[in-house]
């Protein structure tokens, strides 16, 4: 660790926006996320986001790279993990007693079910079919649960259609905000997956036992302006992608693995793309 790197990096993430951007991009983990993208999620206009991106990316906290035409930003996790490693190991010399904060044991949960919630925005397309593919595809494995940060008051009708169409029990599936899953009583979670770009861009609360967290960046079907036959292909790209992903999770997940390994595989399915199926 060059300790000389340390105080600019927290002098950097002293200016609450420019930590703004570094929180979500820590949210985003290990995602690459577009400027445009970071830029309308925390309402900054692009000259000031890009005077924050500079300054986080010269005391190396994050990484640029281009994607086409496309800059892309991303969190530098060694960086990270050494200036975490000064303050907790290093100022506090190690005291579990001072400064150590409770982790998750990495040990596999005693329930039998693995728990899963899939979030979007509105929870009337997307998140739905997530909730819908794993419960016929996971079977008895799971119990699955589907909620919106700000949801709709009923479901898309064409989203409905398609999941009749695939062959899915539409009768169990309703809107849900995520206060639902919050609360005392609500179910622990095992994994978190949002299925949009801002749901996962937003600032929500710890999840109570600090489930694995993953993304699954599914463009949205509902924004989506044409013909019938447009919206229709949208609808089944969604789904498809979807269904390649947790396809995919529930092959190499299991209820006996430890949490290390269960975020591997929530990141490794994050990342898969379209050509990879």
Same mark, same amino acid.
């Given at each position: 660790?060059?300790?000389?790197?340390?105080?600019?990096?927290?002098?950097?993430?002293?200016?609450?926006?420019?930590?703004?951007?570094?929180?979500?991009?820590?949210?985003?983990?290990?995602?690459?996320?577009?400027?445009?993208? !970071?830029?309308?999620?925390?309402?900054?206009?692009? &000259?000031?986001?890009?005077?924050?991106?500079?300054?986080?990316?010269?005391?190396?906290? !994050?990484?640029?790279?281009?994607?086409?035409?496309?800059?892309?930003?991303?969190?530098?996790?060694?960086?990270?993990?050494?200036?975490?490693?000064?303050?907790?190991?290093?100022?506090?010399?190690?005291?579990?007693? !001072?400064?150590?904060?409770?982790?998750?044991?990495?040990?596999?949960?005693?329930?039998?079910? !693995? &728990?899963?919630?899939?979030?979007?925005?509105? &929870?009337?397309?997307?998140?739905?079919?997530?909730?819908?593919?794993?419960?016929?595809?996971?079977?008895?494995?799971?119990?699955?649960?589907?909620?919106?940060?700000?949801?709709?008051?009923?479901?898309?009708?064409?989203?409905?259609?398609?999941?009749?169409?695939?062959?899915?029990?539409?009768?169990?599936?309703?809107?849900?905000?995520?206060?639902?899953?919050?609360?005392?009583?609500?179910?622990?979670?095992?994994?978190?997956?949002?299925?949009?770009?801002?749901?996962?861009?937003?600032?929500?609360?710890?999840? =109570?036992?600090?489930?694995?967290?993953?993304?699954?960046?599914?463009?949205?079907?509902?924004?989506?302006?044409?013909?019938?036959?447009?919206?229709?292909?949208?609808?089944? =790209?969604?789904?498809?992608?979807?269904? &390649?992903?947790?396809?995919?999770?529930?092959?190499?997940?299991?209820?006996?693995?430890?949490?290390?390994?269960?975020?591997?595989?929530?990141?490794?399915?994050?990342?898969?793309?379209?050509?990879?199926?």
């Amino acid at each position: 660790m060059e300790l000389l790197s340390i105080p600019p990096r927290l002098s950097t993430l002293g200016h609450p926006q420019r930590l703004a951007v570094f929180r979500l991009l820590m949210r985003r983990y290990p995602d690459r996320v577009p400027a445009t993208e !970071i830029a309308r999620a925390l309402d900054l206009k692009p &000259n000031t986001l890009s005077s924050y991106l500079n300054a986080l990316t010269q005391v190396g906290l !994050i990484v640029q790279e281009r994607m086409g035409t496309s800059l892309r930003y991303g969190i530098e996790i060694n960086a990270v993990r050494d200036t975490l490693d000064y303050l907790v190991l290093d100022c506090c010399l190690g005291r579990p007693d !001072i400064c150590a904060f409770p982790l998750p044991q990495d040990r596999a949960p005693a329930r039998p079910k !693995i &728990n899963v919630l899939f979030i979007c925005t509105g &929870n009337s397309a997307r998140s739905i079919f997530a909730e819908a593919i794993l419960r016929d595809m996971g079977g008895e494995r799971f119990n699955v649960y589907s909620a919106g940060t700000h949801p709709y008051s009923e479901l898309n009708p064409l989203a409905v259609a398609l999941l009749e169409a695939k062959g899915h029990d539409v009768r169990p599936l309703r809107a849900k905000h995520v206060s639902d899953f919050q609360g005392e009583d609500a179910p622990h979670m095992d994994f978190v997956f949002t299925v949009c770009d801002r749901a996962a861009n937003e600032d929500c609360p710890a999840w =109570h036992g600090q489930p694995v967290h993953g993304h699954f960046s599914t463009p949205d079907p509902v924004a989506v302006d044409g013909s019938d036959a447009e919206k229709a292909l949208a609808f089944q =790209h969604a789904y498809g992608s979807l269904w &390649n992903r947790i396809t995919l999770f529930v092959e190499r997940i299991d209820a006996s693995m430890k949490r290390t390994d269960r975020q591997r595989i929530a990141d490794d399915v994050a990342r898969l793309k379209e050509t990879d199926t």
